[in-house]
């Protein structure tokens, strides 16, 4: 296991290396400050989207590993309540696409990316999720093996899309290397189904017990099963 991680953890590192490499040489300090900026308001958006509550998926999974029962209400619960969010903050994107790239890059010219973002934001965010659920159920292997992958995939579209169409080609690697990513996980989502077993239905948390020394806890729950 930390043969593995190690070897994940090299491999990003060189990945990255290269990439900054490749960016400099074929972009310049100006290609790098508007890719950062991208990066920068992707990075926010997505955390706006999941509310920061990746930690309590990961808690509320390893606390109910062995109920299934319990498992499928969480998983439904923060499931719409991801979709819901991270679908109104998409729409907001693409709406606001010309105004968000003149803010960031003071021009509309790159007004493509931050579009092409607003529409896989959803699948974003629930890649996020089932990563959570991988690190709940503490399948690392596979968590690793993800990145692993996807780093080195990444790397690749980056490099080609640069190489082709410089900066725009540096903006769209980030919007497409996510996306990148969302397909690794599911193939392996796929490929262990028993893992993300539930209904797909909304949950509404009544209550919850909220204090310092006691975390939210799913202890009263009403839901609506929705025919889909």
């Known amino acids: 296991m930390l043969s593995l991680n190690s070897i994940s953890v090299a491999v990003s ?3 990255g290396i290269l990439s900054t490499k490749i960016i400099s040489l074929f972009l310049g300090a100006p290609g790098m400050a508007v890719i950062g900026s991208l990066r ?3 990075t926010m ?3 706006m ?4 509550i990746n930690n309590s998926v990961v808690k509320f999974v390893v606390e109910n590993k ?4 319990e498992l499928s209400i969480i998983y439904s619960t923060f499931f719409w309540l991801f979709l819901i969010i991270s679908s109104l903050l998409g729409l907001t994107t693409l709406l606001f696409s010309k105004s968000i790239s003149e803010l960031l890059f ?7 990316p931050i579009q092409i973002f607003g529409l896989i934001l959803p699948l974003l965010v629930i890649n996020t999720f089932w990563l959570a659920i991988y690190n709940g159920l503490e399948e690392f292997k596979k968590v690793i093996y993800i990145q692993i992958i996807s780093n080195i995939l990444i790397f690749l579209v980056t490099a080609i899309l640069i190489w082709k ?3 725009l080609g540096g903006l769209l690697s980030i919007v497409f290397g996510e996306l990148i990513m969302v397909f690794v996980t599911f193939i392996y989502v796929r490929n262990s189904k028993e893992y993300f077993v539930f209904d797909l239905q909304k949950i509404i948390d009544k209550k919850c017990n909220i204090s310092r020394e006691h975390p939210p806890q799913f202890t009263s729950m009403y839901y609506i099963i929705l025919e889909i």
Do not use: H, P
Request: glycine residues 4%.
């Open 45 to 47: 958006l997505k955390s």
């Open 66 to 69: 062995n109920d299934k029962k």
């Open 165 to 167: 169409q410089k900066v």
């Open 40 to 42: 920068n308001f992707t």
């Open 106 to 112: 003071f021009s509309d010219y790159y007004v493509i």
């Open 13 to 15: 590192f060189v990945l």
């Open 49 to 52: 989207a999941t509310l920061g």
